[in-house]
């Protein structure tokens, strides 16, 4: 996905917001990475805090989703200095990195080939819709527009691929199960909001777990 994920919460929020929702190079993205960029958590992580410092950005309040709700939970460990409050909404943690219903990603993802080829089958509605890949991560289905920028650049560019599949590599619950413990060090107003139906991906209970080890954390659930 890209920064179309926020298209309602920045439309929302910017009569008196500011909102900056930039384009991670997480398969969405159309401008690919240098050669021997790091695709790890904390080398994700240290991309984030090098565009606050880049943009001028201090004391945000940093909301994140899915893969990025992991990556977040790295820029709060180890670059918490400009980061005034988190917000996480369903996302990777603890040993549920990547969820089982994608866990195929690990395979035919690790390679640009076969991303390719999966890029190509997201073409069709019905495939968007199953389990295995987005139907469990949305109560109503994307419209067209918006899946067109999600999934376009898997199919457009060699370099998303390429920068996809370093990330796929790099994806193992090591990651999050290591980083959970020292979430404990960042003390400033934790958010987690939190869909109760959508459990068989991104668990409610882990959400309460996180608020566990945040010091000033809590726990919203939308029903819808």
Known sequence: ANADVWRGVVSDLASDHRCVAPDWPLGGHRLGMRPGTDFSLPGIARMVERFLV??????????????????????????????????????????????????????????????????????????????????????????????????GPLRDYASTRRDFAALVRHIHPRYTIDVAPRLASYRRPVLLVWARERRRFFPLDHAHRLAAIFPDARVEIIED
């Open 54 to 151: 880049a943009a001028e950005l201090d004391q945000v309040v940093l909301v994140a989703n899915d893969t990025g709700g992991a990556v977040a939970q790295y820029v709060v460990a180890a670059h918490p200095q400009r980061i005034a409050g988190l917000v996480l909404t369903p996302c990777d943690a603890f040993d549920n990195f990547p969820p089982p219903p994608i866990r195929h990603l690990r395979l035919i993802g690790r390679t640009p080939w076969g991303l390719w080829l999966l890029a190509q089958t997201l073409r069709w509605r019905f495939v968007q819709r199953l389990p295995i890949a987005f139907g469990l991560l949305t109560e109503r289905p994307i419209p067209a527009a918006i899946m067109r920028s999600y999934t």
